[in-house]
């Protein structure tokens, strides 16, 4: 057990102050921090053990079928990452087709050229020969942040395009790969489990951004369509020519614009249709990581959280309509907003 104010380990069992900083411990000053009610909590300890056990299973499945050999061996360099990029790549070029949508050109272009980059260092790796550009690019993917920043991204991306269909399955299995390759690279920075007050605020924070991103996919944010497109169509043409005392009339259809044609119906919308989701669902994603991360990774920036939470809140208010979507939302990024802002006072305190 950890004090929560100077993080330093306390006895067993722990005293009324701290040994270090004389401050009371944890469970004296536990009171101070939010609570939920015991139903509540034994609601979501038992959802909580649901969902261990069904991510333990679908982890074992996932891990079945990366490491066989099989698979490795056709892989150069047996890299998943390599695998994980070429997904992107071929998920990002098949909306090129007419009949599959994207994630937007800018962030197609930097996904696609992250691929590039990722497969360049992968088959640099593997001992391959490659053009002196090719081995320029894959040096600028060889730096320690690239790979695991492309992962998030992915998943970021994978979640902004969740539903039925082949492009979303290709997304998810390449967040998959990469997610199950940058395992260990992800693991030493989430290795401590910190305080009991850093475990606090990490457990409201995951909670808030649980409810934000629920809310993102499953609920109605607005409705868009319900207007014309316009378009080409066939009209009868009858021409006049005369020819001395007689008319002859010459009948032909030509193509002509009109815009009141191909109407399109009204159809609800999701949070992920508005402006700047993708950087608000990475940002979700970052302040659950870094509250979950080792006290001294993040101790260098201690406005970083305060100034997450407030993007956050500030896109959901300016987002608000009387949907049940972005009300939502915003309930979850106040959750995170009292979290963070309980984390920082008590930062700043010591």
């Not at 009610?37 to 333990?56: C, G, L, N, Q």
């Not at 937007?104 to 992968?122: D, H, K, Y």
């Not at 199950?180 to 995951?206: C, F, K, N």
């Not at 159809?267 to 994603?285: D, E, I, N, Q």
């Amino acid at each position: 057990m950890f004090c929560a104010h100077c993080g330093q380990p306390l006895p067993t069992p722990p005293g009324r102050f701290c040994a270090h900083c004389g401050k009371t411990t944890a469970a004296e000053g536990a009171s101070d921090g939010p609570r939920l009610p015991p139903e509540v909590s034994r609601a979501a300890a038992s959802a909580a053990e649901a969902t261990r056990r069904a991510a333990e299973h679908t982890a074992h499945a996932v891990q079945n079928v990366l490491e066989d050999p099989r698979l490795r061996g056709r892989l150069p360099g047996r890299s998943l990452a390599l695998l994980g990029a070429g997904l992107v790549a071929l998920a990002i070029l098949l909306t090129l087709l007419p009949f599959f949508s994207g994630i937007g050109w800018v962030w197609s272009v930097l996904m696609l050229a992250g691929s590039v980059l990722i497969g360049a260092r992968e088959l640099r790796a593997a001992g391959r020969i490659l053009p002196t550009p090719l081995v320029r690019a894959a040096q600028v993917a060889e730096h320690p942040h690239f790979l695991p920043l492309f992962t998030l991204l992915t998943f970021v991306h994978a979640f902004m395009v969740l539903s039925l269909g082949f492009i979303p399955l290709l997304w998810l299995l390449a967040a998959l790969v990469l997610g199950y390759d940058q395992r260990h690279a992800l693991r030493p920075l989430l290795a401590s489990p910190g305080t009991p007050a850093q475990q606090r605020l990490g457990r409201w924070v995951l909670v808030g951004a649980l409810v934000c991103v629920t809310s993102m996919w499953l609920l109605t944010w607005g409705y868009s369509g319900g207007g014309f497109l316009g378009g080409f169509q066939p009209y009868h043409v009858r021409e006049m020519q005369m020819d001395g005392f007689t008319r002859n009339y010459v009948d032909h259809y030509e193509f002509r614009y009109d815009s009141m044609v191909n109407y399109m119906p009204p159809y609800a919308t999701s949070g992920r249709a508005r402006p700047f989701s993708a950087l608000v669902v990475l940002a979700l994603g970052a302040l659950v990581v870094l509250t979950r991360a080792r006290p001294f990774e993040f101790s260098r920036y201690p406005w970083l959280l305060p100034a997450l939470a407030g993007g956050i809140t500030l896109w959901a208010v300016l987002g608000l309509v009387s949907r049940p979507g972005p009300w939502l939302f915003l309930a979850g990024a106040l959750i995170i907003d009292v979290a963070v802002a309980r984390g920082f006072r008590r930062a700043t305190a010591t």
